[in-house]
């Protein structure tokens, strides 16, 4: 799709960045700048990964829209947990007060509680009109899941995919002239790192470039192959836009749109569980101060989903990867993973293609 004739309203708020808490918009004034407050009734999103991070915030702001808000969880006691702060929470926000929100379980990691959630959610709602596919991890050490895939790849891009293929029925009946239905899949700047392993998802054989050398790591015993926890999370993230895009080329025409987004650098749960390697390499970049700058809190880091899921801008749209509250800009492919921005690879027609065939193949699904 083409961005001509969107604008980014944002980004002169993004222009000198100055820490979490700065003047680059939350989530909430996302909301309030296009007038979807209590608005969106009638309305049904499904949320990945809702209890906690980005994933909570995305739940408690999208639920002032009067939209039935379902999300997903691991556990029960954890969706319980944010079902009772939430609800706390509205006793003192009126637009909370009267929230829809609810939760269904599913583990990512394991596709047979992907299908369980899914059936769940069919069971109890008639409609859905916008799905975020949020939950992830990141640089995780060498693991496979259940079902035999790299765990990376397998919890942020199979299980959406499945996630949406079981979904993708409800998602285009939902679907009307006014209001198209939405994938929204958080992806993230770390698509640098990598660009898909076409036939190669486990990570077992040679590399295929383009390859970032900010993701060089030496091995140790934990790697199979040629597994680097960089270029695994790299490759799940560049899979989450690849499968956005092919979503709008396969069924935008029926009212079923694809979005895909980074939402900024934001120091989440997720970093505890890192492979020490990375952290190591990392680590002394993020801590550096110009760095420390780019950082969002989480109320700014789920502006750009919640964005792409209800911006009046995209209504009818699709195909395209966000970030900082607008449409991403094109960076050199030689350029060295960075804050923001998409390296052309993001664009990869015939390897989205390719991923979706095999990623049919990989859950059992039709293509």
Not at 137 to 163: C, M, Q, R, V
Not at 245 to 256: A, V
Not at 338 to 345: C, E, M, Q, V
Request: hydrophobic share 35%.
């Amino acid at each position: 799709m083409s961005s001509a004739g969107i604008t980014n309203r944002y980004e002169e708020a993004h222009a000198s960045p100055n820490g979490p808490g700065d003047a680059r918009p939350t989530a909430y004034q996302i909301l309030k700048d296009n007038d979807v407050i209590g608005k969106l009734s009638g309305k049904t999103v499904l949320i990945t990964g809702g209890s906690d991070g980005l994933g909570k915030e995305t739940v408690k702001q999208l639920a002032k829209t009067g939209a039935k808000i379902w999300f997903t969880a691991r556990n029960e006691e954890k969706a319980k947990k944010v079902l009772a702060e939430l609800a706390d929470e509205g006793k003192k926000d009126a637009e909370l007060k009267n929230a829809s929100i609810n939760y269904v379980l599913i583990d990512n990691s394991r596709l047979k509680s992907v299908k369980a959630g899914a059936e769940d959610f069919l069971k109890k709602s008639d409609q859905l009109n916008i799905l975020i596919a949020n939950a992830g991890i990141a640089n995780i050490p060498y693991k496979l899941t259940e079902d035999g895939y790299e765990s990376t790849f397998a919890t942020n891009h199979l299980a959406h995919f499945y996630l949406f293929s079981l979904l993708k029925p409800l998602l285009l009946k939902s679907s009307s002239p006014t209001f198209q239905s939405r994938v929204i899949t958080v992806a993230s700047t770390a698509h640098h790192f990598a660009t898909v392993q076409l036939g190669n998802y486990n990570l077992k054989n040679p590399l295929v470039p383009p390859i970032d050398p900010l993701t060089e790591l030496e091995k140790n015993d934990t790697d199979v192959g040629h597994y680097n926890p960089l270029v695994a999370y790299g490759q799940s993230k560049t899979a989450n836009i690849w499968m956005a895009n092919e979503i709008t080329r396969r069924y935008g025409s029926q009212g079923l749109q694809g979005l895909s987004l980074h939402p900024g650098n934001i120091l989440t749960n997720g970093w505890g569980d890192m492979d020490p390697r990375v952290s190591e390499k990392l680590g002394p970049i993020v801590s550096q101060e110009i760095f420390q700058k780019f950082f969002k809190s989480v109320e700014q880091g789920a502006a750009t989903q919640v964005l792409a899921a209800i911006g009046r801008d995209f209504e009818g749209k699709g195909g395209v990867y966000l970030d900082d509250c607008g449409v991403a800009k094109r960076i050199g492919d030689e350029e060295q993973a960075g804050l923001a921005g998409y390296k052309s690879w993001a664009y990869d027609e015939a390897g989205a293609r390719q991923l979706w065939v095999d990623s049919a193949r990989m859950v059992g699904v039709e293509e």
